[in-house]
């Protein structure tokens, strides 16, 4: 099968490249012929100030990725459009390139962006879903976005647009939601039930279950408000035992962070800032157990997945999507979210029952092996492929060729 993949990087690096990059290596490797389309938001950085000022408009409908996408389609007809990302560089625009080549699209939310401004839900410290109950005019009179009312307005305006156009109901064929916690919320948002599919993310290649385990809790994500690593340092404020923490990351509340371990004197604890993945999967796998503190509903926290895939338990807000993917007192361990008292109980619990905790490890290296690997993906991947070429009647290969729907040539 042909099929291009399209994702728009953000300035800062993300979980949503590590899928991108993940799923683009296991359709390679499956034999799939892929393309890339993908843009980067640090092009901005290269705009003179006039020029970003067309951003808003951009973020809306971009011209040039209309022109360049649609030349693409016609040089390479594929079978297969799947889009991770489009937010800000590449925009909507090449929803409808697909739809005027009558090429079928795939859609994976890896964030709420479609029913929420800013994509997350969160906002003054707390969970939100004003956008979805009132409107989006709720997230631009709070500025949610950037702490800004006009940025906001400007991602408003998109959502608003295509939902008066139908794009995201009439140019997308399958909708690829990472948990059922999150189907849950694009069909309140008015998708359609028969197209919005659950695929979990997944860990490729596998790391491995690791044997020798060290003495020392871990977080690893970024450092921002709706991570709640503040909740983390309060509950090591309350502990009785000196427990290790190790904190990989960075972000924008990394200087105060470090700042507050200094003041409150919490010795225990070390920051290890931004560590490439490979070493980042090396502390996760010699962990006592990973501390998953996040206040947001998470789509689904690769970091998560990881920590199964190494053979170790995670304590996690009872909340979202994380409540879903950590079974309590099988996997994990759920506390009650932003409640440090609650976590520095059960981080002292998982401390002093290393045994129970190294049970909950094996249990979760199981439940990645049935759920997480890349062999148990791409099944899905493809069912989810196959509804969507199969709402297209007749699908065109090459000049003068046809094949039914749901049959491209490559997988017959």
Known sequence: MKIILVHNYYQRPGGEDVVFEQERELLERSGHNILTYCRSNREVESYPGVKRLALAQR????????????????????????????????????????????????????????????????????????????????????????????ATAAVALMLAVHRLRHTWTTAIDSYIALSQFSRKIFLRAGLPADRVFVKPNFVYPDPGMCSNRADYALFVGRLSPEKRVSTILNAWAHLRTRIPLIIVGGGPEDIRLQHEVAIRNLS????????????????IGQARFLIFSSEWYENFPMTIAESFARGVPVICSRMGAMQEI??????????????????????????????????????????YESKYTAEKNYPLLMDIYRHAMARHPVLKVEAGEK??????NSLR
């Open 326 to 367: 950590v079974n309590d007192g099988r996997t994990g361990v759920h506390f009650r979210a932003g409640d440090s008292e609650d976590l520095a109980e059960k981080v002292e619990w998982a401390w002093h029952h290393a045994e129970r905790t190294l049970a909950m490890g094996m249990e979760a290296r199981q439940e």
């Open 403 to 408: 094949v039914e729907a749901g049959e491209p």
């Open 59 to 150: 973020s809306v409908w971009s011209g040039d990725t209309w022109r360049d996408f649609g030349g693409l389609l016609r040089r390479e007809n594929p079978d297969l459009v799947h889009i991770h990302n489009t937010q800000v560089m590449i925009s909507p625009s090449i929803y409808s390139a697909c739809r005027q080549r009558d090429v079928p699209v795939v859609q994976t939310f890896h964030n709420y962006r479609l029913a929420c401004p800013v994509g997350t839900f969160f906002r003054d410290g707390k969970t939100c879903e004003e956008c979805v109950e009132h409107g989006l005019w709720r997230g631009v009179l709070h500025g949610c976005y950037r702490n800004s009312r006009p």
């Open 268 to 283: 225990t604890i070390r920051f290890r800032g931004q560590l490439p993945r490979s070493q980042t999967l090396l502390l």
